[in-house]
């Protein structure tokens, strides 16, 4: 591990650490989460009842069939989705009394998405890519700029700076994603099926990748997976059984 690395580790624990209390209260706490999907005449309960609490450097594998609700799952976690019923926390906060903008404010600075394509800007290179979070939060291009370079080395990605989208492989594009996401220096890390689009030998990287992080960050982090092995070295795992959490 050269200097960079240990640098990132800091940046990232440093920004992390300074807003958590050292109490036992998750950081991310879904409470009896209802989500139903109206269509035409018909209702779809996809969530029902759901409870997930996760606490700071604490890792969930969530891992059950497609069309289960794991996504949706993640978007309310995200704050993306409204529930139907049912209340997020985000470090002790009740998040359904706060207005649209605070609730963006708190996805914007607490929470990093990673999804299964990298969605990332086709005509920004990789570095940009992780710089844009960080000046739309404020952060001037310089401080931007270095946190990012430190994020790309740290994920192995140093010789990559100025590829686009377009000029990185599967997994490079799915590290730049991760730098992204964490970019902010989040509290909580949503991944939906990040290694679903890449063969297992990437996926195992990506993964890699991931985990490091949470381990230097004291992230907690959310995996939506159907790989097994990625699953079983995660702390926790969960299913969804009848709109409910089930740790499995
Ligand atoms: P998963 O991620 O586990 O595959 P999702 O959370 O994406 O599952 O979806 C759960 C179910 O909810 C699926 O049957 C899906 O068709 C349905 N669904 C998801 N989003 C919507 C929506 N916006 N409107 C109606 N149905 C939806
Ligand atoms: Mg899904």
Do not use: C
């Amino acid at each position: 591990m050269n200097d960079l690395t240990t640098t990132a580790e800091r940046a990232i624990a440093t920004t992390t650490d300074s807003t958590s209390a050292t109490d036992d209260a998750p950081v991310l706490f879904l409470q009896r989460i209802d989500r139903v999907y109206r269509q035409g005449t018909g209702r779809l309960e996809i969530l029902r009842g759901a409870e997930l609490a996760i606490w700071s450097g604490q890792s969930v594998a969530l891992v059950a069939p497609s069309g289960a609700g794991k996504s949706t799952l993640l978007h309310v976690a995200g704050l993306l989705e409204h529930p139907d019923s049912g209340e997020v926390y985000v470090d002790k906060v009740a998040t359904s009394r706060l207005s649209d903008s605070e609730r963006t404010r708190i996805r914007r600075l607490e929470i990093g998405f990673v999804y299964q394509f990298h969605h990332l800007l086709p005509e920004f290179s990789a570095l940009e890519n992780v710089m844009l979070p960080q000046m739309i939060r404020g952060l001037a291009r310089n401080e931007a700029r270095s946190r990012a370079e430190e994020l790309l080395s740290y994920l192995g990605l140093r010789e990559r700076f100025t590829h686009r989208p377009a000029e990185l492989s599967g997994g490079e594009q799915q590290r730049v994603a991760i730098a992204r996401a964490v970019a902010n220096a989040p509290r909580i890390l949503l991944a939906d099926e990040p290694t679903g689009n890449l063969d297992p030998n990437t996926a195992e990287h990506v993964f890699n990748a991931l985990t490091q992080l949470v381990r230097a960050s004291g992230l907690a982090m959310i995996v939506a997976t159907h790989n097994m092995d990625i699953a079983a070295r995660m702390d926790r795992r969960v299913t969804l059984r009848d709109g409910q959490v089930v740790e499995s």
